[in-house]
């Protein structure tokens, strides 16, 4: 596949799934035979893992949840996304009690494209500056 087509497969990956939990797209989208090499602890690997963390837990917490695109960088069968997770705590988050705060979620990742259909995965989130922002954590103080 072209650099193009596999920014395509990346960013339907985002927009029609991950911003609406269509299972169809997922499916489509997601190879059965996908390996995330950062999957969280507890989850089953590879797509019912993705499943379960992207649709169960993130959309449970945030049921509005929708994802903006920054940029996309395509070299070989890799894609390489920044991009912004936006939605509103409304849900438990791992034991977290919802906040009704609106968060936003940095996240950079990389993932290898075949047959129209994401393989593989690595990812870098955020997770700090969510838990600051939902108040978990407490924010540092400026100096």
Do not use: C
């Not at 497969?9 to 489509?28: L, Q």
């Amino acid at each position: 596949m072209s650099l193009e087509a596999n920014k395509n497969v990346v960013s339907r990956f985002n927009m029609d799934f991950i911003s609406t939990g269509n299972r169809a797209a997922f499916e489509e989208l997601l190879s059965s035979e996908f390996v995330d090499h950062n999957a969280i602890p507890g989850f089953p690997p590879g797509a019912e893992g993705a499943w379960q963390l992207l649709n169960g837990m993130y959309r449970s917490a945030f049921p509005d949840l929708v994802v903006e695109i920054h940029d996309q960088v395509a070299e070989g069968d890799q894609v390489a996304t920044r991009k912004t997770f936006h939605g509103t705590h409304k849900g438990s988050l791992m034991g977290i009690p919802p906040t009704g705060k609106r968060v936003q979620i940095g996240v950079i990742d990389i993932v290898r494209v075949a047959n129209g259909q994401i393989v593989e995965h690595w990812n870098v989130v955020d997770t700090l500056g969510l838990l600051q922002q939902v108040g978990a954590v407490p924010a540092p103080q400026a100096a």
